[in-house]
């Protein structure tokens, strides 16, 4: 089945630790997002990629980076600068990066500070 | 500043009470709305799109319409299977992102 796989589904991050959170896709699609998710709030975007070696900074790409070397594959590094890093982390792909494509999503990482 | 606003945060029905939930937008340059339906911890799964004020789409019990300023999905005769948090989003062509609101939760009681 196609669809898009997030790993680890939970994840601890001691004080000034680097964490890397997977993204991959099998739906042959060309745009990849990360999104957190907190609660009461709205999905906001951390970074996007358009196509393979080349990414944008969303709305809150601060303490996080990222990098797209495959068409699959698009990880998460939450870096210890991100002074908040408890959240909820989505994946998304859609087909290309305009809107009249809908975002598929992962099943999400659920990160936590130890 | 763009905004999407979901009304009501939480809403309980009665297994067959048919309401709606509102998503309200002032975005400008709106090229599409999405509806999507989050279970706990899971990610969203994609509902509908819709394009253009005046448009519907169905989907079981649910039917999204979309107006100028704003978009409901209707729920005819929930079942508790239905219970999810429901999201909106608005796909802005300035910016070329996603904005999304925070959420319904519906819960349907048997």
């Known amino acids: 089945d196609g669809g898009i796989t997030q790993s680890p589904k939970y994840l601890f991050r001691k004080e000034g630790q680097n964490v890397t959170l997977s993204c991959e896709q099998n739906?042959?699609?060309?745009?990849m997002y990360w999104y957190r998710q907190d609660p009461g709030q709205g999905l906001r975007l951390i970074y996007y990629?358009?196509?393979?070696?080349?990414?944008q900074k969303g709305d809150i790409a601060e303490g996080y980076s990222v990098s797209r070397e495959k068409k699959e594959s698009f990880p998460l590094t939450v870096t210890s600068a991100q002074k908040n890093p408890t959240a909820f982390y989505l994946c998304?792909?859609?087909?290309?990066?305009?809107?009249?494509?809908?975002?598929?999503f992962g099943d999400g990482t659920r990160l936590s500070i130890l | 500043e763009d905004q999407v606003t979901q009304s009501p945060e939480a809403l309980r029905l009665q297994e067959g009470e048919s309401s709606s939930l509102n998503c309200s937008y002032t975005?400008?340059?709106?090229?599409?709305l999405f509806w999507y339906r989050q279970d706990p911890g899971k990610g969203p799964e994609f509902l509908f799109t819709?394009?253009?004020a005046g448009e519907e789409k169905e989907k079981e019990r649910l039917k999204a319409t979309l107006t100028k300023k704003e978009s409901f999905l209707h729920i005819t005769a929930p079942k508790p299977e239905d219970s999810a948090t429901y999201l909106c989003?608005?796909?802005?062509?300035?910016?070329?992102?996603?904005?999304f609101g925070a959420g319904t939760i519906l819960r349907v009681k048997s």
């Open positions: 819709l394009y253009s």
């Open positions: 739906l042959n699609h060309d745009a």
């Open positions: 990629s358009q196509i393979v070696n080349d990414f």
């Open positions: 989003a608005v796909y802005m062509e300035y910016g070329n992102k996603l904005v």
């Open positions: 998304a792909s859609s087909l290309g990066h305009r809107g009249y494509q809908p975002q598929h």
């Open positions: 975005v400008s340059g709106l090229r599409g």
